[in-house]
């Protein structure tokens, strides 16, 4: 089984204003230096079988098509070893 995660992001000329939110917060909260936030979705989708280049095409249309709203969101879709993002998960614990 693979994980395969879906990154939606407004594109740079649409405002944000959750992540303009997010970074009026920072200073109060005592987090200096960052000059922009951009907030976006994360949708992580495990795939049974092999992802080869026909389960990544069926994943490209679905986030076109289902996940993001492509005149406002950009996409990517990247496919995350099963092993590193287990070790991940653990190392987080």
Known sequence: MARVVVDVMLKPEILDPQGQAVQRALPRLGFQGISD???GKRFELEVDGPVDDAALARIHE???????NTVIEDFVVKVEEAQKTQKAEEAAK
Do not use: S
């Not at 679905?62 to 993001?68: M, P, R, S, V």
């Open 62 to 68: 679905l986030a076109e098509t289902f996940l993001a």
């Open 37 to 39: 936030v951009r907030q």
